[in-house]
């Protein structure tokens, strides 16, 4: 019987195993087809007009008044006192960030108002919405 070293291996010897390589190839595939956007388009070119009223409210503080008076930013509940602080420092990591007050429909007037005063003296741009 006839040893073969590797420096003898023939072409009949050597295979390639192609099914991880599809395996990667589809699901690259698949992950693009689900994260890409399909936007239809009309197919022409228009000229669109400008909105002078149109704006984006893009908050980058929310504050949200529970009919409990409690005040919740990021997730976290405070009391009327505890509230000055927490603003003041998101206000400094982005200065030019507008807040939305959110209240709720048993919220006292007089928390929504305290809250706004607060931001007011802060200088952080407010709205206010209670839907």
């Known amino acids: ?29 698949i992950f693009f087809i689900v994260t890409s956007k399909f936007i239809k388009t009309p197919g022409v070119d228009i000229s669109k007009p400008i909105a002078v ?10 504050v ?28 400094d990591e982005n200065p030019k960030a507008t807040a939305i007050i959110l209240g709720d429909k048993k919220a006292r007037a007089g928390t ?3 809250v706004q005063d ?6 952080v741009v407010t709205k206010i919405s209670t839907n």
């Open 1 to 29: 019987m006839a040893r073969r070293t590797r420096t003898e291996a023939t072409s009949e010897d050597t295979e390639l195993n192609m099914t991880p390589m599809l395996d990667v190839v589809f699901i690259l595939l």
């Open 53 to 62: 009223t149109a704006k984006s409210d893009e908050p980058g503080l929310m």
């Open 64 to 91: 949200a008044v529970t009919g409990d008076d409690e005040i919740w930013i990021d997730n976290v509940p405070y009391t009327l006192e505890e509230v000055r602080p927490v603003i003041s420092a998101l206000h």
């Open 112 to 114: 929504v108002m305290a």
């Open 118 to 123: 607060l931001l007011q003296e802060l200088r």
